[in-house]
């Protein structure tokens, strides 16, 4: 069955892996980005449209497709204030979300993390677990959440932290073994190739997927 999709966070570690893989796939004829400018991609498959998040009844017409991919994210340096951050992180997600499914967009696609929890102290965990309470009140007929941990991979912007801890993790990573394997970073590249291949298998349902099943799923 040939896909039609649209993708959110091209720009980002896992949202660029992830349309690598949607541009090779031959379940997919169409990718339709929602950028905030223009991402300068060229493909025949692929299409661009700039959008104002803030105003998701400006765009609503545009959600038509099989399924959404949401990698759209940032970070307390990138966005330091509190209400764009949550407003990035829960509110754009969460409206896309409702917008594909009043369009009849059948599955919805989304990065969260490890340890997401709306009752965690931490604020980075509970808000991605106020996502996921969210979505799931939807009600969507395929609904998929990935919960990677520490990401590994090229990005476009360096993080400090993720320079520090990358080396950190290379030498701790054997070591997590038993029920700390669950820690173990993870290719942004296995988490995009995952992503693609439980869509085209087409299942109904809500699905959550924890960092380790994400790496035997790869």
Same mark, same amino acid.
């Given at each position: 069955?040939p896909?039609?999709?649209? +993708? $959110?966070?091209? &720009?980002?570690? =896992?949202g660029?892996?992830?349309?690598? /893989? @949607? #541009?090779?796939?031959?379940?997919?004829?169409?990718?339709?980005? +929602? $950028?905030?400018? &223009?991402?300068? =991609?060229?493909?025949?498959?692929?299409? /661009? @449209? #700039?959008?104002?998040?803030?105003?998701?009844?400006?765009?609503?017409?545009?959600?038509?497709?099989?399924? =959404?991919?949401?990698?759209?994210?940032?970070?307390?340096?990138e966005?330091?204030n509190?209400?764009?951050y949550?407003?990035?992180?829960?509110?754009?997600?969460?409206?896309l979300?409702?917008?594909?499914?009043?369009?009849?967009?059948?599955?919805f696609?989304?990065?969260?993390?490890?340890?997401?929890d709306?009752?965690?102290?931490n604020?980075?965990?509970?808000?991605?677990?106020?996502?996921?309470?969210?979505?799931?009140?939807?009600n969507?007929?395929?609904l998929?959440?990935?919960?990677?941990?520490f990401?590994?991979?090229?990005?476009?912007k360096?993080?400090?932290?993720?320079?520090?801890?990358?080396?950190i993790?290379?030498?701790?990573?054997?070591?997590l073994?038993?029920?700390?394997?669950?820690?173990?970073?993870?290719?942004?590249?296995?988490?995009?190739k995952?992503?693609?291949?439980?869509?085209?298998?087409?299942?109904?349902?809500?699905?959550?997927?924890p960092?380790?099943?994400?790496?035997?799923?790869?």
């Open positions: 069955m896909y039609k999709v649209i +993708l $959110v966070g091209a &720009s980002g570690l =896992i660029s892996n992830l349309l690598s /893989e @949607l #541009i090779k796939s031959e379940a997919i004829t169409e990718v339709l980005l +929602l $950028v905030r400018r &223009s991402s300068g =991609i060229s493909d025949f498959k692929v299409k /661009e @449209l #700039i959008v104002n998040f803030d105003e998701p009844n400006s765009y609503s017409i545009d959600i038509q497709a099989d399924i =959404i991919f949401n990698c759209l994210g940032t970070t307390k340096s966005t330091p509190s209400a764009l949550r407003q990035i992180d829960l509110g754009y997600p969460l409206n979300a409702k917008l594909g499914q009043q369009n009849g967009v059948a599955q696609h989304i990065i969260s993390s490890l340890g997401a709306a009752g965690s102290s604020s980075y965990l509970k808000l991605k677990g106020e996502l996921e309470q969210e979505l799931k009140k939807l969507i007929p395929s998929h959440i990935y919960q990677p941990s990401l590994i991979g090229e990005r476009k360096n993080r400090l932290a993720e320079k520090i801890l990358k080396p993790f290379s030498l701790i990573d054997p070591i073994i038993g029920p700390l394997k669950k820690y173990r970073s993870i290719k942004a590249a296995d988490v995009a995952v992503m693609l291949n439980q869509s085209i298998k087409n299942l109904q349902g809500t699905f959550i997927y960092s380790i099943q994400i790496q035997e799923l790869a």
